[in-house]
């Protein structure tokens, strides 16, 4: 067994043992528990006194055979406080705190607390949320909230507005899905009971002189072709007609947000609402997604209102949807260095948002509704979506996004809804309804109203 040497002094009459400095060779080598058995029973009393490190024994401490009950004493006071440094002859050494929590920056990192401020300014800048836990947390998905209550309400509305809806064609037709004299593609109500309900249908919000309000249609309950049960436009758009007036139904821009064309519509809109906007959410907050979310689904509504044919209707909660998915847009560019593999989720989202543009020719499904509510969601999402400025340059140009934003989101609503009521878009832009009519002899190739009409003798 190897032993520690000493040298032997006197001291009051007492015969004390004050280790060597070692080497760094023998500092290395040596094993703190290996002490031989002369060395008496009081050498060390108890274990924590075995696990001295061999720095400390370079610094004069002294091991006495004394009986007493400290069982050493030391020409100075080892510091185990926590602010100690690990090594005691270190000059500023690191703290074990650091090694645990901080981050190893050096200088050239930005400070996140300035050194030199004020004490009311250190007490504001403790409540702030600092730069860099704010990038963890977008790294991880972490946003303003744990829960998408918005969504989850909206969600359950719309199902229970799905469920009436089914009930109110098997009450007509004697189904829930409308299988004469066509059969829904999307597995749901006829055409005329999704009118009846709220759908987008400009002849029940405007006068459109080629279907006014005595125009004859199909009514909900028809199941033969040619039409056989006949009602008339304004019988048809319900609450409470027009009492002679010209149509005026404005809420149409609003409540076809819950309705949808059949079950295959719902599933693929709740899904993504469940999972996409559900997650913007989060990152925003409640108040900011609510905004985005009934902007964009309006403003799709009144593009679709301009541009799509008269005579179709229109539901669903697509438009809202895709200006949540805009907002992932912004996130992505305004972060691009804090997303992992941005270029990759770049192509997947265009990818997926032409998927969206596709399912916009199915039938009851307006693709301008998709592209309102992508353009509106830029620009609300620009301008309430919580943007991390790691630097003066980057922030700068949000802001200069953002107040062009808003302006641009103001004019588009005005605009768009003036023109909707005292003009003819057809007549500016007569080839922007192929953008949402796949032209075919069953559309007449997107020409006139897109509805079958009768008349009576």
């Known amino acids: 067994m190897s032993s520690l040497p000493y040298h032997h002094d006197s001291v009051d009459g007492h015969d004390t043992k004050t280790p060597q400095v070692l080497e760094p060779e023998q500092a290395n080598s040596y094993d703190p528990t290996d002490v031989e058995e002369t060395a008496g029973p009081n050498l060390f009393r108890d274990q924590s006194r075995r696990s001295l490190a061999p720095s400390a024994l370079t610094t004069g401490h002294k091991y006495t055979d004394i009986g007493d009950e400290s069982g050493y004493e030391s020409h100075r006071t080892l510091d185990d406080s926590q602010d100690a440094p690990l090594v005691q002859n270190a000059q500023g050494g690191t703290r074990y705190q650091d090694l645990e929590y901080a981050e190893p920056y050096g200088d050239s990192q930005p400070k996140l607390v300035d050194e ?27 946003g303003r909230q744990k829960y998408p209550f918005v969504v989850w309400a909206l969600t359950a509305s719309m199902f229970a507005v799905f469920i009436f809806e089914l009930t ?18 999307m597995l749901g109500p006829s055409g005329s009971a999704l009118i009846n309900l709220g759908a987008r249908f400009p002849p029940c919000m405007k006068l459109v002189t080629d279907v006014p309000p005595s125009t004859q249609i199909a009514c909900m309950n028809d199941t033969a072709n040619p039409i056989t049960s006949i009602c008339t436009v304004e019988d048809l758009c319900g609450f409470g007609g027009f009492h002679g007036q010209s149509p005026n139904q404005w809420f149409r821009f609003i409540t076809p947000i819950f309705l949808h064309a059949g079950i295959i519509h719902i599933l693929l809109n709740m899904l993504a609402q469940i999972i996409l906007s559900a997650q913007i959410e989060r990152e925003m907050g409640s108040g900011g997604f609510l905004l985005t979310y009934f902007a964009a689904g309006i403003f799709g509504n009144v593009l679709g209102g301009n541009f799509s044919l008269v005579g179709v209707p229109s539901v669903g909660a697509s438009g809202a949807i895709f200006g949540t998915i805009a907002v992932t847009w912004v996130d992505l560019f305004a972060h691009w260095r804090y997303h992992y593999r941005p270029v990759r989720k770049l192509i997947f989202m265009t990818v997926e948002l032409l998927i969206g543009i596709a399912v916009g020719y199915i039938p009851y499904v307006d693709n301008f509704a998709h592209i309102g509510g992508f353009v509106m969601g830029l620009l609300i999402g620009t301008t309430l979506y919580p943007v991390i400025s790691a630097s003066k340059r980057h922030k700068v140009i949000m802001w200069i996004f953002r107040l062009a934003a808003i302006p641009l989101a103001v004019l588009l609503f005005v605009v768009l809804t003036r023109n909707f009521y005292t003009s003819d878009p057809y007549a500016a832009c007569s080839g922007c309804r192929y953008l949402s009519c796949f032209p075919t002899s069953a559309n007449n190739h997107c020409k006139g ?9």
Do not use: C, F, H
């Open 116 to 142: 030199k401020a004020s004490p009311m300014n250190s007490i504001l800048a403790g409540r702030k949320y600092p730069l860099q836990q704010r990038i963890e947390d977008k790294k991880r998905g972490i």
């Open 449 to 457: 109203t897109g509805l079958t009409t009768t008349t009576t003798t």
């Open 168 to 185: 109110l064609n098997a009450r007509q037709q004697g189904s829930p899905i409308s299988l004469k004299p066509v059969i829904n593609p």
